[in-house]
């Protein structure tokens, strides 16, 4: 079986062994020790909690797939697949108006479930750095980012370091998915079923993360989503401000930058100052060029929000 795994379809941790049309069953990598497969079985019984939990709610505006059991001798699971494809930007452009209304309708609804199905935490002061690889994108801009970047580009990406690294606002812990991207969030065009799978980051975390997502950031819907959840929430609870409000949109340009500035972190921890093989040298450029666009995406925020 270990020769074997890189055969079958895998993640980080677990392997598909059969799937179907409606139906997954996976198990831990015969590459994990015994601690490891007791760590991915406890994981495995916290996603299903998760799950278990927000399926009970019951909203038709959206779909989440069962986890239907759990074999702890076996270390196996089997769940329901979700129907349809990742929902990417390219799908999203395709679709009909009315089925984008109802996407949008659709993740405002589960992110207001997923925040009310635990109590909202009160109003706490929230610094954005220290979501970010802070210590290690100020050294990559002043240490390295010469050797590949212009001048007027570590100018830039430094203005915004300096803005991200002071930028806090008021917010609430929440009970979030963690993990909204378009890997984890799948649409059936055919029967405009809208899925959201892969709840193991589940967990509390400030509000506006799982509002201002990967997922959202991608298709351009952040304000759409935000205005919508407002309309839904139970103000009895907890506050919003419009969308309107001027800290508010600050707090959505900085978490839009927040997630590009993720990607430009873990891309800069990928160069090499002196690459052996020409691959090295490729993957080099590659990681440059993709900077290059996140660089471009803040910059096109950064215009956006000062109209």
């Known amino acids: 079986m270990t020769q074997n795994v890189n055969n079958l379809i895998h993640g980080r941790?677990?392997?598909v062994v059969y799937f179907g049309d409606t139906l997954i069953m996976k198990r831990p990598l015969p590459t994990l020790n015994e601690p490891a497969r007791e760590q991915w079985l406890a994981k495995q019984h916290r996603t299903k909690d998760a799950i278990d939990e927000i399926h009970a709610v019951g909203n038709p505006r959206y779909n989440i797939p069962r986890m239907i059991y759990i074999k702890d001798d076996e270390y196996q699971l089997l769940e329901e697949c979700a129907p349809g494809q990742h929902l990417t930007k390219d799908l999203y452009k395709k679709l009909l108006p009315r089925?984008?209304?109802?996407?949008?309708?659709g993740i405002a609804s589960f992110l207001v479930d997923m925040n009310?199905?635990?109590p909202i935490g009160e109003i706490q002061r929230h610094k954005i750095a220290s979501e970010l690889k802070f210590n290690r994108l100020d050294n990559f801009i002043e240490n390295k980012m010469h050797y590949w970047f212009k001048d007027d580009e570590i100018k830039y990406m430094a203005?915004?370091?300096?803005?991200?690294?002071?930028?806090?606002?008021?917010?609430r812990a929440a009970w979030s998915h963690c993990d909204l991207n378009p890997g984890n969030v799948l649409y059936d065009p055919k029967t405009s079923t809208l899925s959201f799978i892969d709840f193991a980051e589940a967990n509390y975390r400030f509000i506006y993360r799982d509002i201002f997502a990967p997922l959202q950031i991608e298709l351009g819907i952040c304000r759409r989503v935000y205005e919508t959840y407002c309309k839904m929430h139970n103000r009895a609870k907890y506050t919003m401000p419009s969308v309107n409000n001027?800290?508010?949109?600050?707090?959505?340009?900085?978490?839009v930058m927040c997630a590009l500035l993720k990607r430009f972190i873990k891309a800069s921890d990928d160069l090499r100052l002196s690459p052996a093989s020409p691959k090295g040298i490729e993957n080099n450029q590659n990681k440059v060029r993709f900077m290059r666009e996140q660089i471009s995406s803040i910059m096109n925020i950064d215009k956006q929000f000062s109209r």
């Not at 089925?99 to 309708?105: C, L, P, T, V």
């Open 13 to 15: 941790e677990s392997y």
């Open 99 to 105: 089925q984008r209304h109802e996407i949008i309708d």
């Open 116 to 118: 009310e199905l635990k």
């Open 159 to 171: 203005t915004i370091r300096d803005n991200i690294g002071t930028f806090e606002y008021d917010t």
């Open 246 to 255: 001027e800290n508010l949109r600050l707090i959505m340009k900085y978490r």
